[in-house]
């Protein structure tokens, strides 16, 4: 990955919906170049998609809780299972397995207060191996979903 890919990267960060057109013309190349290294970003892996960003507050979804998780046991089936069961819960926005503890951080988005109630008591608190889950209300995002910063090499 050169300069010119990294340029790139943090356009497409900045704008996703870019022509490649635009995009050739923001890192200086021609427009065939330029969808070339594109194409070879998103074979690489270094670009992993496209999507929008959405305001969950305008979805009804404004309500946003950090829930550490913490194990009862910490075998791999257990592990396994509890995953693939946090994967099919919808509210959950965003899930990290850590080190240390808690086991878990989970980001979760529901309508209020009595959703996500009923999410912990009825999905949450269920999954397996759930020893202990600690919740906290987010009062406000400071930093979201900041472009990564593109280093140079």
Same mark, same amino acid.
């Given at each position: 990955? *050169?300069?010119?890919?990294?340029?790139?990267?943090?356009?497409?960060?900045?704008?996703?919906?870019?022509?490649?057109?635009?995009?050739?013309?923001?890192? /200086?190349? /021609?427009?065939?170049?330029?969808?070339?290294?594109?194409?070879?970003?998103?074979?690489?892996?270094?670009?992993?998609?496209?999507?929008?960003?959405? *305001?969950?507050?305008?979805?009804?979804?404004?309500?946003?809780?950090?829930?550490?998780?913490?194990?009862?046991?910490?075998?791999?089936?257990?592990?396994?299972?509890?995953?693939? /069961?946090?994967?099919?819960?919808?509210?959950?926005?965003?899930?990290?397995?850590?080190?240390? *503890?808690?086991?878990?951080?989970?980001?979760?988005?529901?309508?209020?207060?009595?959703?996500?109630?009923?999410?912990?008591?009825?999905?949450?608190?269920?999954?397996?191996?759930?020893?202990?889950?600690? /919740?906290?209300? !987010?009062?406000?995002?400071? !930093?979201?979903?900041?472009?990564?910063?593109?280093?140079?090499?």
């Amino acid at each position: 990955m *050169d300069a010119t890919d990294r340029k790139i990267l943090a356009e497409l960060q900045a704008a996703g919906r870019l022509t490649v057109t635009e995009l050739a013309q923001r890192v /200086s190349l /021609s427009v065939a170049p330029c969808h070339r290294r594109l194409r070879e970003l998103e074979r690489s892996g270094a670009i992993r998609g496209y999507r929008a960003v959405i *305001d969950p507050a305008a979805i009804g979804l404004g309500f946003e809780v950090l829930v550490h998780v913490t194990m009862e046991r910490e075998d791999a089936a257990t592990i396994a299972s509890f995953e693939r /069961s946090l994967a099919e819960v919808p509210e959950i926005h965003h899930a990290e397995r850590l080190f240390g *503890d808690p086991d878990y951080l989970i980001r979760v988005a529901t309508a209020d207060l009595a959703a996500y109630q009923a999410l912990r008591d009825e999905k949450l608190a269920t999954l397996p191996g759930v020893q202990r889950l600690t /919740s906290t209300i !987010v009062m406000k995002r400071v !930093v979201d979903n900041r472009p990564f910063p593109v280093p140079a090499p």
